[in-house]
């Protein structure tokens, strides 16, 4: 028991999230019963505004416990090693010890949160009969396969993110689909139980090769298209330099992140568009939502991309380069507009030509040549062009607007900024739930909306003054740069307005609100203070 | 300038003992190239002058009013035990930290002000590698040079020569020596005016430790040059060192040309004045 204990104080973090859980779930309770009372039901098909201030902080520990269990949040995802700790391998402990115990704790975890989660369910009294048995063995199979093939050592670099996708994505699926053909209890047990004991042997042999320190090494695969390409790199190496510093750095910063979102955008936006590929899937309606899916998967993605982009940035090494530390955010920010690039360029590829050998690209096209034969064959275009700017713009608001939180440089703002996200989220679904639920909320709003926007856009322009005024004063801009900035931030909230203007002008809409949804939407405030948060980092 | 140099042969110590030190005479490293060397200082302006620098981190104070001159052309040893605050100071030095009470001035600039005019004049190497590990040898040198108006391609090439460095290898995948020589040549290609190299030895095995040593050499042979070099190898700073500072909580106990504080200790071995110091 004594490795049981060792190996235990590895995980006080998911002791302090299940305390924490318990805390909120007993608060949970008490606002309900004291406060909301019971004319607020629980309805969790689908989700009201209620039951996410449930479901929401159990997906997030659910998550929190994969990446805790699996040791995946302090190792590399993508290396070939495994990536269980080394300093582990030094303990007087059996491999059977070092996979079994992790293991254990790691179903527990999860298996109490769905106890958790359906016990207040029931206890709250919500609209679905919430299962007890074989959720909880879900849960324990879905990080009993994580920690297998994580700790697996792997002869290319990626593969283990790949097989932990498709892992994930192979046990969500046998589950929906008996949940979708309603199989018994006793069914869904026989499938789940036998993989917990498969997935503790593979990691056991996992454990046990990292340990040795064996990794496979399977180059030889591309070892020939390597050394061609290599061959080329060398002869295009000697010639090859940088103009600038600058130059320098822009190369530094898309070969660091460049690729990660155009890469997230590979490995997941082909898997929606399988969908198209399915018998049956030929229909307008079905063949559009696809498409929709896949369009905005990379505003999606970039909102998990953004962190991995300006973490590193805060490294010593960088505030070592002899640059400026407008000239370093410019860098990253210049990145970020071609990683966004690329992303788009592999989202349409993907979908031309998924559209193409699935054969639903007439259905695509006809539904166009409706659409322009109503409203015109050039406002058809232009609406389709709007919005893939639109889109492209919002993937890159989203690399781009938590930036300057990532190149503070510190832990706790980035893990603050997180939770107070987060806080933010539980507290504003139950009032939207509400707003969209309830008409006379919602004339309240309406009323009210002038002062609300009025209140957001004046926020939003003393922010930017303040970060301007600092900027000043810092003399990390001079006047002209702050004001080429300004000229260049107006000029797209007008474009925004003109684009909003002509696609939505109807006496319904009052032009303020158009104009205050392009001030808000236009990056301001937190765009500007990346150069703040960098030095701030940089000078400690 | 006298530079003491008991790691190498006895032959090749005769020939350069005592006399002003050629890149040629250690280690079998390239000859360094003559360049022209262009300061903005006057011979007798300090190249680091720190006044009265306080630094708290919480309830501790890790540097309580230093005050340090160290003059354009030296060899200046920093030593003192593990937490004494040598990395602070050299954090000042090279602005990644900013002065809470105090100045600090590099070449006569803030380095807090004005990174860029500093830091493209300072080589810097530190125990902590941070290399980026995913580029290659090549890569590094490629991307290292843009910065650098200065550098030196030839002397680089030389560099990479004498350290065995496949240019193809991922930083990565370098030994710890690998890298601290991959550091090292990052340092050295432009010539820095300043060369700041905090605890560069600590776990590295002989070889590589003289060619620090080596680097440390070939820098002040270029005129002018000075080198700020902090490390729990007291016998290495006592072999290069002019000019040593000793800290001990955060205050300076001893700084001194090297020569003056062996001849006010009787000819003690910087380990044994270290020590005594230490007890004191």
């Known amino acids: ?23 909120y779930m007993v608060a949970f309770y008490v606002i309900r019963g004291l406060i909301v009372g019971p004319g607020h039901p629980i309805r969790l098909a689908p989700p009201n505004g209620l039951a996410a201030v449930l479901v929401v902080p159990m997906t997030f520990a659910g998550f929190y416990f994969i990446g805790i269990f699996t040791f995946g949040l302090s190792g590399d995802l993508a290396a070939r090693e495994s990536i269980y700790p080394r300093r582990l391998f030094t303990l007087p402990l059996t491999n059977a010890a070092l996979a079994g115990w992790p293991m254990l704790y790691g179903c527990a975890a999860m298996s109490s949160l769905w106890f958790v989660a359906a016990a207040v369910a029931r206890i709250v009294g919500a609209d679905v009969a919430v299962p007890w048995i074989w959720p909880m063995l879900f849960c324990a199979a879905t990080i009993a396969w994580m920690q297998a093939l994580t700790w697996m050592p792997y002869g290319v670099r990626g593969l283990r993110v790949v097989l932990a996708v498709i892992a994930l994505a192979a046990i969500d699926m046998v589950v929906f689909a008996a949940v979708n053909l309603h199989v018994a209890n006793a069914t869904f047990v026989a499938l789940l139980a036998p993989q917990l004991p498969i997935a503790y042997l593979v990691a056991r042999y996992g454990v046990a090769r990292a340990r040795r320190g064996e990794v496979p090494d399977w180059s030889w695969l591309f070892r020939q298209g390597r050394e061609r390409s290599g061959e080329r790199t060398r002869s295009a190496d000697v010639s090859r330099t940088f103009t600038s510093a600058f130059q320098a750095q822009c190369w530094f910063e898309w070969q660091s992140h460049g690729r990660t979102l155009p890469a997230l955008v590979a ?33 999606f993605l970039a909102v998990f991309a953004a962190p991995h982009m300006a973490a590193s940035s805060a490294s010593p090494y960088m505030a070592r380069r002899p640059l400026a530390s ?44 409706t659409g322009s034969e109503v409203t015109g064959t050039l406002r058809m275009i232009a609406v389709v062009v709007v919005l893939l700017v639109a889109l492209v713009a919002s993937t890159w608001k989203h690399l781009v607007q938590s930036m300057c939180v990532g190149l503070s440089g510190r832990d706790w703002l980035i893990k603050g900024s997180v939770l107070a996200g987060l806080i933010a989220l539980l507290a504003l679904w139950p009032f939207i739930d509400e707003v969209l639920r309830n008409m006379k909320v919602q004339g309240v709003v309406w009323n009210a909306l002038p002062w609300i926007l009025a209140a957001m856009v004046l926020m939003k322009m003393i922010a930017g003054g303040c970060v301007a005024i600092i900027l000043y004063d810092s003399r990390l801009l001079n006047d002209r740069a702050l004001v080429a900035g300004a000229a260049a931030w107006l000029f797209a909230v007008v474009a925004m307005y003109g684009v909003l203007v002509w696609f939505a002008d109807s006496p319904a809409i009052p032009r303020y609100l158009l104009g205050a949804v392009a001030i808000l939407n236009v990056p301001l405030a937190r765009v500007s203070a990346a150069p703040l948060a960098f030095e701030w980092s940089r000078h400690r | 300038m006298v530079v003491r140099l008991r790691g190498c042969a006895a032959d090749e110590r005769a020939r350069i003992s005592d006399q002003r030190v050629s890149a040629t005479s250690i280690c079998a490293l390239p000859t360094p190239i003559p360049v022209e060397f262009a300061s903005s200082l006057q011979q007798s302006d300090p190249v680091i002058h720190i006044a009265n620098l306080t630094r708290r981190f919480g309830a501790k104070t890790a540097l309580n009013s ?12 920093l030593v003192g035990a593990n937490g004494a605050g040598k990395t602070t100071l050299i954090k000042h030095v090279m602005g990644l930290l900013k002065a809470e009470g105090g100045s600090v001035r590099v070449f006569g600039l803030d380095p807090v002000a004005d990174p860029v005019g500093v830091l493209s004049r300072i080589g810097y190497l530190s125990e902590e590698n941070d290399l980026p590990g995913w580029m290659t040898v090549n890569d590094l040198i490629r991307y290292s040079r843009a910065f650098y108006p200065r550098w030196d391609d030839t002397y680089a090439e030389e560099l990479r020569n004498a350290f065995a460095l496949d240019s193809a290898a991922k930083i990565k995948n370098l030994s710890k020596g690998q890298k601290a020589r991959a550091g090292l040549l990052v340092a050295l290609a432009y010539r820095p005016e300043l060369l700041v190299l905090d605890e560069p030895s600590s776990g590295l095995d002989p070889i590589v430790r003289r060619d620090i040593l080596g680097a440390v050499i070939r820098t002040i042979a270029d005129e002018g040059r000075t080198v700020l070099f902090s490390s729990h190898l007291l016998d290495e700073v006592e072999e290069v060192a002019d000019h040593v500072t000793m800290l001990r909580h955060g205050t300076i106990v001893l700084s001194a040309p090297l020569a003056d504080i062996k001849a006010a200790h009787s000819g003690l071995s910087l380990d044994e004045i270290f020590i005594s110091t230490a007890r004191a």
């Open chain 1, 326 to 369: 407008m000239d370093l955010v410019a860098a990253k920010l210049k990145m970020t507009v071609w990683s966004t690039l690329a992303a788009w360029a592999l989202v349409i590829i993907f979908i031309c030509g998924a559209l193409l050998l699935s054969g639903r690209m007439a259905v695509v096209v006809e539904r166009l040549r």
């Open chain 2, 66 to 77: 230093v005050s340090v001159s160290m003059p354009r052309g030296a060899v200046y040893g």
């Open chain 1, 267 to 299: 490995l997941v936006v082909p898997v929606e568009l399988l969908l198209l590929f399915i018998p049956g899937n030929d229909t307008a309606p079905i063949v559009f939502e696809v498409v929709f899916i896949a369009l905005l998967s990379p505003p």
């Open chain 1, 1 to 23: 028991m004594r490795s049981a204990r060792a190996l235990a104080r590895e995980f006080v973090g998911a002791r302090v999230v299940l305390l924490a859980l318990a805390v």
